[in-house]
């Protein structure tokens, strides 16, 4: 089956940037949505991010502006680019992909955005 992959995680200071990668093990020439969650501690999982096939994206309120997803076809990669990164930030961030069949689910990356 398709397997996603997170990495780029780690721990950044308060205004730092980061960027997440979810690499596919198959094409996402033909997505149907690929996109980013995540969850803190004692929190639901949430939407952080999605981009839809055409090309057009959602935020959440609390990303808008600071947060930018996009992709590479070639590379089979989502990104993440994460700027002004603030300690609300901190979580586990999972990458989401639906291929016109059930979604599919990385095993997350962890975030740590320290004050």
């Known amino acids: 089956q398709v397997q996603l992959v997170e990495s780029g995680g780690g721990l950044v200071q308060a205004g730092g940037s980061l960027r997440l990668s979810c690499a596919a093990s198959q094409s996402i020439f033909s997505f149907n949505y690929m996109g980013w969650y995540r969850q803190a501690p004692g929190k639901q999982r949430e939407l952080v991010a999605v981009i839809i096939s055409g090309g057009s994206t959602n935020y959440a309120e609390a990303v808008k502006g600071r947060f930018t997803i996009s992709r590479d076809n070639a590379k089979n990669t989502v990104y993440l680019q994460m700027n002004s990164l603030k300690p609300e930030d901190t979580a586990v961030y999972y990458c989401?992909?639906?291929?016109?069949?059930?979604?599919?689910w990385g095993r997350g990356t962890q975030v740590t955005v320290s004050s």
């Open positions: 989401n992909a639906n291929f016109y069949g059930p979604d599919l």
